[in-house]
């Protein structure tokens, strides 16, 4: 099972931007699809964005299309996202996760097709 840990969270105001990266370690990470998840107070773990194992693949949620942008470091092990033009409602713990099948052709926006997740990176937009 791969590890991941992430990081770069933050307190930022509206407006500003982050980069969130997730580092992983253990099973070969290059040839699986990851996505960011992110979780608010009372609310479902709802999907952010993915990304494919080649990183020539992109799926965005409705809500972050057109500020945040997912990619990855195959060398690194890595994977990020930058947040652009940060509302308040982005606020969360922020968490990447693999997904469950290898090499798989397509992206897909649910949680249940994920594993190994990181413990969470905190994102507050206040002013």
């Known amino acids: 099972q791969v590890q991941l840990v992430e990081s770069g969270g933050g307190l930022v105001q509206p407006g500003g931007s982050l980069r969130l990266s997730c580092a992983a370690s253990?099973?070969?990470?290059?040839?699986?699809?990851v996505g960011w998840f992110r979780q608010a107070p009372g609310n479902e773990r709802e999907f952010v964005a993915a990304?494919?194992?080649?990183?020539?693949?992109?799926r965005y949620a409705d809500s972050v299309r057109g500020r945040f942008t997912i990619s990855r470091d195959n060398a690194k092990d890595t994977v990020y996202l930058q947040m652009n033009s940060l509302k308040p409602e982005d606020t969360a713990v922020y968490y990447c996760a693999a997904d469950r099948s290898p090499l798989r052709p397509n992206l897909v926006p649910v949680r249940y097709e994920y594993d190994s997740w990181g413990q969470g990176t905190q994102v507050t937009v206040s002013s």
């Open positions: 990304i494919n194992w080649p990183g020539m693949g992109t």
């Open positions: 253990g099973r070969t990470f290059r040839t699986y699809n």
